[in-house]
C-alpha cells in the first residue's frame, strides 16, 4: 500500500490507543475479581452493557455527562453489590465452574431486562456537546472524545491503583488475594472485603460502558461481543494481574487498530492470533503469576 | 354464510348445489355452503424477536390495515380473510418450519411475508415445493435468480441491486469522483458494492479502496484514518442496521462527513429514528418508500392517512409499507382471478398494474420482481416538524426495468 504515511501510523496508533482504553478498563475489572475472588465473571459485558443504558438515563435525567458519570458507577456496583451477596457469596468454596454458570445465567437475565427495560431497538447516543468535534494532533484530526477516553482511562486507573498500592484498605485487598486465612485470622471480615472488590470491578465496567456509549449504538446486546474481548485482554495480559489487564488492553487495541490499516479482513481475527500466540510464548500471559499487582 | 351477494359465479354454484342436493340430498349443500363461509387464509412469517423486531412489527400492522380494508368492504365473495402471523424468529430453519406448518396444518391459501434475505429464500423454498404462492415482502437479489424462484415466487419489495444503483445514479454525478466503500464482509456488502461500481461505470467512477470490515463490528474507528488519508470525494457505506449505525456515528465523531459525502444505499426510516438525527444528519441513502412522498403522490397520501387513524397519528415505515402492497396485491388478484388457486392468482398478478401506496408498480413476467419507483433521501437534523420527520426527499426515480438486473442474467428464458 502506497499511501501509507509516518502520519497515517501515528493518528493509526492514537486511535488503537483510544479503542485500548476501554478495553484496559474492561479487563481492569474482570481482573481485579478474579485476582481477588477466583470468580470469572461471565456477566462482565453485562454489566458494560447496562452501565451503558443507565449511563443514557442519567445523562436524560440530569442533562449532564459529567453528572452521569458519577451516577453510573456508583448504580452499576450497587447492582454487583447485590450480585456479590445474594448470588455469588453462597458459591464461595464450591468450585471456579459454580460462579462462572451462576454470572453466565445472570448475563441473559441482564439482558432480557434491558430490552423489557428499553426496548430491542436501544437508545440513541451522541458525544457530549462540551467533547465533540475534532482536535488537530499535526498528525491529522482526532475525535476529542476519544482523546478524553484516553485521559478519563488514565485517571481512573491511576485513581484504583493509589487506592490498592497506597491506602490501608488497599493493603488488606492485597493481603486478601495472596493469602485470604491468614487475613481471617488477623481479624479482617474478608467476607466484606470481597464484596467490595465485586463492586469496584462491576462499578468499573459500568463506567467503560458508560464511556463507550457515545461512540456506538447502546443495545442490550452490545456486551456480548465485549465479553469476548475483555478475556483476550485479561489472558494476554495475565489472569488477576491488573499492570497486565492495563499494558494488554492497550496492546489489543493497537494490534487491531494496526491491523485493520493493512488487513481490515482480518482485523477481528488479529486479536485472537495475538492471545494464541502469547499462549504458547508465555501460557501464563504477560504479567501472570506474579501477584495482584505485579 | 351471507347472503347478500350476487355474484354469477356464485348463483351458478348454489343452482349446482340445489341440483345435487335434489340428487344426492342434504349434505352436499352443507358442505358447499361451508367452503364458501371460510376465510380466505394468508400465512404472514416474519422475525418478529431479533435484530428487525421493529421493522416486522410494522409489516404486521400495516399487513393487518390492508386485510381489515378488505373485509370491511365484503371481502371475496363474502368471504373475509384472516391473516396468520408467525415469528420466524430470523432464522431460516425456524421460516422454514413455520411456513410448512401453515401450509400443511392451517392450510393457508397462501403466504405472504419475511424480513432477510436468508429467511425469505427459506420460505421460498417451501412455498416452491407446495406450490402456493409466496410473495415476498424483503429486500433481496437471490430470490429473482432462476436458481430459486418458481412460478409461484412474487416480490414486492426492491432488490438491493436495484436500489444502490439508484442512489449511485443520483449522487455519483454530483460529489466528485473518487470513491472509497466501507463494506460490510458478507453477501450483502458484496452485492451492493457491485451495484455501485456498475452504476459508476457510465460516470467514470474511481474506487480508491473497498475496506471490509467484519460483519457486526462495533468499532470502526481503526478503518477511519486510513479513509481520511485517502480524501475520497464520496464515502460509500455498504452496511446495514447496527452496523450502519455504528460506522454512521463514528465517521460522525472523526469529522469526516466535513470532508466527503457519505451515501448509504439503503436508509431506512426505522433506523434512523433508532440511530438519531446527528449520527444520520446529511446522509443520503435509497429506500422504498418514505411517508413525506405523499406530498406528491396520491395514493401514499391515502395510505399514510388510514395508517394514521389506525395506529394513535404513526406513519408506516418502508417495511411497514410493503406489507400493506404485499397483502393488497394478493387480495386484488385474488377478486379479480375470482379464485384462490395459486396459478389462477399468479396469472393475474403477472398482468397486473397496481398502486396502493407509492405510484404505478407491475411485477416482471420473468421473475416477478416488481418493478417500481426509488425513493432517494437526504436524513435531516434541523428544521424538522416532527418526529416523525426525518427524511428530505431529494428524488424519486421513477419505475424502469432497466434498472434491474437483466432476466438473461438471472438465469430466466425470457417470457
Known sequence: MAEISFQLLLLQLMTGLALGAIYALLAVGLSLIFGMLTVVNFAHGAFFMVGAFLGVYFLGLTGSFWFSLVLTPLAVGAIGLLCERFLVRPLYGRGIDYPLLLTFGLSYVMIESMRVLFGLEGVPTSVPAELKGVVDLGIGSFPTYRLFLIVATAVIIGALWLFIEKTRYGLIIRAGSRDPEIVRILGVDIARVWLIVFGIGTAIAGLSGLLAAPTRAVNAEMGIPVLAESFVVTVVGGMGSLPGAVVAGLLVGVVFSMTSLFAPEYAELSIFVLMAVVLLVRPQGLFGKAGLMG | MSDSTTSPLRRRLLAGGAAGAAIAGAPFVSRLAYAQSLPIKIGFPTPLTGAFSAEAQDQVRAAELAVKEFNAAGGFN?????????????????????????????????????????????????????????????????????????????????????????????????????????????????EMVRGFQRAGQAFGMQTLADIRHPLGAADYSAFLPRIQALKPDILVLCNFG?????????????????????????????????????????????????WGMEDTIPSAKKFNDKFRKAYGGAVPSDYGALGYAGIRSVLQAIQEARSTTATAVANVMRKMRYDFYKGTQFYRLCDHQSVQSIIIVESKSTGMKDKYDVFKILSIEAPSESNLRTCDELGHKVI
Open chain 2, 78 to 190: 363474502g368471504r373475509k380473510v384472516e391473516l396468520l402471523v408467525r415469528d420466524d424468529k430470523l432464522n431460516p430453519g425456524e421460516a422454514a418450519t413455520r411456513t410448512l406448518e401453515l401450509i400443511e396444518k392451517d392450510k393457508v391459501d397462501l403466504i405472504v411475508g419475511s424480513l432477510s434475505a436468508a429467511t425469505q429464500l427459506s420460505i421460498n423454498a417451501i412455498c416452491k415445493s407446495r406450490k402456493t404462492l409466496f410473495n415476498s415482502i424483503s429486500q433481496s437479489d437471490a430470490i429473482n435468480e432462476a436458481k430459486d424462484w418458481s412460478f409461484y415466487t412474487f416480490h414486492e419489495a426492491l432488490t438491493p441491486h436495484a436500489t444502490a444503483g439508484a442512489v449511485a445514479r443520483y449522487a455519483f454525478p454530483k460529489f466528485g469522483k473518487k470513491v472509497v466503500y466501507l463494506t460490510a464482509d458478507y453477501a450483502y456488502g458484496h
Open chain 2, 242 to 290: 447496527r452496523d450502519l449505525l455504528n460506522s454512521a456515528k463514528q465517521i460522525t465523531d472523526f469529522g469526516l462527513k466535513k470532508q466527503m459525502k457519505v451515501i448509504a444505499p439503503v436508509l431506512l426510516y426505522t433506523a434512523r429514528q433508532a440511530g438519531g438525527a446527528e449520527a444520520f444528519d446529511g446522509i443520503l441513502g435509497g429506500t422504498g418508500y418514505y
